[in-house]
């Protein structure tokens, strides 16, 4: 009789009954894991004429009530919003794009909200989590201007070609840095001086200059 004990640890043993009495740990990787989240995700658009332009305004955000995960079926669900490496609960794009004529020039704001960053210390050989320490919000601005020379005849070269220059983050804002304290810190060392990869870019200030033309 072979007997598998789909617990966290599963088990694994041949019966004594036959004389092969063996036990040992099943190794072989299972999904045993889960998650479950739920949240809002919004999204508004609005057009404007005038004697100025054409104004278009847009907003896309989401909002994350919960993200828990637990490591095994038998393992209680931790909700992990709103920390390290992990979904924030709260971001946002909101953008304005003007355009009149042959000109068109936009700007926009991106913005991840603060959240924070678990700490654990050896207590008694357990890692315990200890306060919890803040991330500070995200704010970057991205703006785009074009000239579209439209219609300049078959025998222009300049016909349907777009001119346009864009910057992303153009302030430059540095993502917020991650500053682990104490001696027995799990990630003392490792994390400090950092970045959240999950949430934020180290690529500053990008700027990017686009010439097309269709065939």
């Not at 004594?16 to 740990?25: R, T």
């Not at 355009?99 to 913005?111: C, F, I, L, M, T």
């Not at 995200?138 to 864009?166: C, E, K, R």
Request: hydrophobic fraction near 40%; charge should be negative.
């Amino acid at each position: 009789e072979f007997i598998v004990e789909n617990g966290f640890n599963n088990c694994i043993r041949l019966d004594d009954a036959i004389g092969l009495g063996f036990g040992g740990v099943d190794a072989r990787e299972q999904n045993l894991a889960s998650t479950r989240t739920d949240g809002l995700d919004v999204t508004a658009t609005y057009a404007l004429d005038s004697a100025l332009g054409q104004f278009d305004f847009d907003f896309n955000g989401k909002y994350v009530f919960n993200f828990e995960n637990r490591a095994s079926p038998d393992a209680p669900f931790i909700d992990s919003v709103d920390t390290f490496a992990n979904p924030l609960n709260y971001r946002f794009r909101r953008g304005v794009t003007w355009r009149k004529d042959n000109v068109e020039a936009a700007v926009a704001v991106n913005y991840a909200d603060e959240y924070r960053i678990r700490n654990f210390d050896f207590i008694d050989g357990n890692a315990v989590e200890q306060d919890s320490q803040k991330i500070a919000a995200w704010t970057t601005v991205d703006v785009y201007a074009a000239y579209h020379f439209g219609n300049q005849g078959t025998a222009s070269p300049l016909d349907g070609v777009v001119m346009s220059i864009a910057a992303h983050n153009i302030a430059n804002e540095d993502p917020p840095a991650l500053r682990v304290f104490g001696t027995n810190n799990l990630t003392a060392g490792i994390m400090d001086n950092t970045f959240d990869p999950f949430n934020a870019n180290p690529f500053g200030r990008n700027i990017s200059v686009q010439l097309t033309k269709p065939w």
